[in-house]
T-cell receptor
Framework: DAKTTQPNSMESNEEEPVHLPCNHSTISGTDYIHWYRQLPSQGPEYVIHGLTSNVNNRMASLAIAEDRKSSTLILHRATLRDAAVYYCILINDYKLSFGAGTTVTVRA | KAGVTQTPRYLIKTRGQQVTLSCSPISGHRSVSWYQQTPGQGLQFLFEYFSETQRNKGNFPGRFSGRQFSNSRSEMNVSTLELGDSALYLC?????????????FGPGTRLTVT
């Protein structure tokens, strides 16, 4: 399985943007980049995914490097409800391989 | 649209017993995956079913098994329970297999083995 590397933790202030990096240097041409987050005491929640182009949705933006070896999840204005563990995952077929993720703390 | 449902939400079993967990996917979703989450190992993939066929399996012993019915509902069974099987078991559904589709997770079943 292609692996991803994320920082263990990040802190942000409420209403400020959060940029979560992810390195995936062994990504293959058909791997999709997915982001999920897990709030305390809940199952993981889909955030966004992309293949080559940058993507935006109501939750976040995904910026993908031109060589696809890294990506960045952008939360435009962090709220207290965004405090969670964020997972960057590569998916080629149907199997999600979760790493340790990045624990995001949002300060009021 | 109703989300993924899992039953039961909490379960306490004794070592050596067996347990069956149930997952109902989102209507129209044909792929169901199972994951185990523990504090030490994090989220680990168990297996995935699509159209009643197991398409992939993680690195778990044969005590862990599953099946999918024609209505896409899925069950997971763990036989001869061990203390280390205590975990949150998560089910996720997707419209189809493939990296271009997102997975939707249920709330999980918290299994405690004593």
């Amino acid at each position: 399985d292609a692996k991803t590397t994320q920082p263990n933790s990040m802190e942000s202030n409420e209403e400020e943007p959060v940029h979560l990096p992810c390195n995936h240097s062994t990504i293959s041409g058909t791997d999709y980049i997915h982001w999920y987050r897990q709030l305390p005491s809940q199952g993981p929640e889909y955030v966004i995914h992309g293949l080559t182009s940058n993507v935006n949705n109501r939750m976040a933006s995904l910026a993908i490097a031109e060589d696809r070896k890294s990506s960045t999840l952008i939360l435009h204005r962090a709220t207290l409800r965004d405090a969670a563990v964020y997972y960057c995952i590569l998916i080629n077929d149907y199997k999600l391989s979760f790493g340790a993720g990045t624990t995001v703390t949002v300060r009021a | 649209k109703a989300g993924v449902t899992q039953t039961p939400r909490y379960l306490i079993k004794t070592r050596g017993q067996q347990v069956t967990l149930s997952c109902s996917p989102i209507s129209g979703h044909r792929s169901v995956s199972w994951y185990q989450q523990t504090p030490g190992q994090g989220l680990q993939f168990l297996f995935e079913y699509f159209s009643e066929t197991q398409r992939n399996k993680g690195n778990f012993p044969g005590r862990f098994s599953g099946r999918q019915f024609s209505n896409s509902r899925s069950e997971m069974n763990v036989s001869t329970l061990e203390l280390g099987d205590s975990a949150l078991y998560l089910c996720a559904s997707s419209r189809t297999q493939g990296g271009s589709y997102e997975q939707y997770f249920g709330p999980g079943t918290r299994l405690t083995v004593t």
